[in-house]
């Protein structure tokens, strides 16, 4: 059986969620390995929209195991939100479908605090994270001092000490440095108490379920979140997120080896967004920008925020195949471009007269990349109903080819609409 990593190519919002969801059919197990409820998948099932932030959207199909990672910071009033909600719809106890790290961290009240107060702070230089705590829980995680999902079957004396000796930390901050009210010892410790009691049955060490897993042929999808420019390494510095998103880190934090991938996929949007702060060199302020966030409906699922657009950036892309090593990729949303006279590309950017055709990693110099754009008839066709590559428009199909030759690797499928059957799959990586 394939296991197959799965990321997002740009900035986020590439559309994951709805090809995870797809390929799940054929996976066993599903694993989360970075990010926290930074995420928001929306899928849509037979005309119902879920909006999922946390538990991976494998949890929709009955019988598949989901496993959250030791990379993953876990919110856990929004844990035990969406387990509630989603026993409500489906009538199932979701949480026989978990597996969750004793790795995996915790964020607490007092990190979703210090995000929001740091921000403030920053005033116009502002990240513009989610505001969901994830930063300063990376934080704690490597400060040595952050609380993991494991700490919560402790003995309770050694829980409240651990809790205690951060929360002092946090509160410090965030009296004397942000001028906020301390965060309640009394209160979050009940909440990792009760927490604790639900939870207790799917706290694993997730290697050696992972081993288990791998020693009996199961079929896993490893599930990214964010995208590769949001990466902390290698993407856009300081404006990224706080963890590793690109497709090695599914191994690590996962607890495997990495011999034991057999397809890595991108998800590529047919067009680029970002939300939040930092250079985006193909970013369109103008109506065409506006035009694709209408039809796009590029708006955050976890914050509501507008998203910028701008076209597809080849340069970024080449660069997101280098560093995730990508065997195919996943084209979303190329329905949204229908009714374009003109699709332009970025091949190369223009900086300071110069043509370059590598993804700077300074931010000062990304600022200052104009887009080198070649243009790509459009076509004017609804495809929403397209299921067959070959019935794709001419135009279609041509731009597909361009990307595929440009970029030197298969599109595996073309997504030509948000609800699960609106997929033309040209390659199933599970079936390889
Ligand atoms: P944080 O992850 O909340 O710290 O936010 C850091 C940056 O990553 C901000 O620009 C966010 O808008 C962005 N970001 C975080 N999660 C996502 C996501 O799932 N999709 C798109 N952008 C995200």
């Known amino acids: 059986m394939a296991n197959v990593v799965l990321i997002g190519t740009q900035w986020g919002d590439e559309g994951k969620g709805k090809i995870v969801d797809l390929l799940t059919e054929w996976a066993n197990v599903v694993v989360r390995f970075q990010g926290g409820n930074n995420a928001g998948h929306t899928l849509v099932i037979e005309g119902r929209r879920y909006a999922l932030h946390l538990i991976p959207s494998g949890i929709m199909r009955p019988g598949k195991v989901c496993v959250i990672g030791s990379g993953v910071v876990v919110d856990l009033k929004i844990l035990l939100d969406e387990i509630r909600l989603l026993k409500e719809e489906s009538g199932r106890e979701i949480i026989s479908q978990l597996i969750l790290s004793d790795e995996a961290h915790l964020i607490l009240e007092s990190h979703r605090r210090l995000d929001q107060a740091r921000e403030r702070q920053r005033g116009e230089a502002k990240i513009g994270t989610t505001g969901r705590g994830i930063g300063p829980a990376y934080e704690s995680k490597m ?108 191994c690590a934090s996962a607890g495997i080896g990495v011999r034991h991938i057999d397809e890595v996929v991108g998800v590529i949007k047919a067009y680029t967004t970002r939300v939040g702060s930092g250079p985006f060199p193909v970013e369109l302020e103008d109506e065409t920008g506006d035009q694709l966030r209408d039809k796009g409906g590029e708006f955050g699922t976890t914050t509501g925020r507008p998203r910028r657009c701008g076209w597809l950036d080849l340069v970024a892309l080449r660069y997101a195949i280098m560093l995730n090593g990508l065997d195919s990729f996943a084209l979303t949303k190329l329905d949204v ?8 590309v970025c091949e190369a950017y223009r900086l300071n007269g110069r043509i370059i055709d590598y993804f700077p990693s300074s931010i000062t110099e990304l600022e200052r990349c104009e887009p080198v754009l070649t243009e790509y008839p459009g076509w004017d066709e609804d495809i929403t109903a397209v299921l067959e590559y070959d019935r794709l428009p001419e135009n279609a199909r041509a731009y597909i080819a361009a990307l595929e030759q440009k970029l030197g690797i298969p599109a595996m499928l073309v997504s030509v609409g948000p609800d699960r059957a609106q997929t033309i799959l040209r390659h199933n990586p599970f079936a390889a």
């Open 337 to 344: 471009l229908s009714g374009l006279k003109k699709i332009k």
């Open 143 to 250: 400060a040595r001092w952050g609380l993991r999902l494991g700490d919560l079957l402790a003995p309770e004396a050694e829980l409240h000490q651990r809790l205690a000796t951060l929360l002092e930390q946090h509160n410090l901050l965030l009296e004397k440095i942000y001028r906020e009210e301390p965060v309640s010892l009394v209160a979050v410790f009940r909440e990792l108490k009760e927490a604790a009691a639900l939870l207790k049955p799917a706290i694993r060490k997730v290697p050696y379920e992972m081993a288990r897993c791998l020693d009996s042929g199961e079929a896993i999808l490893f599930e990214g979140a964010q995208g590769t420019l949001l990466d902390i390494d290698h993407g856009t510095y300081p404006f990224v997120t706080s963890s590793s998103t690109l497709a090695a880190n599914a």
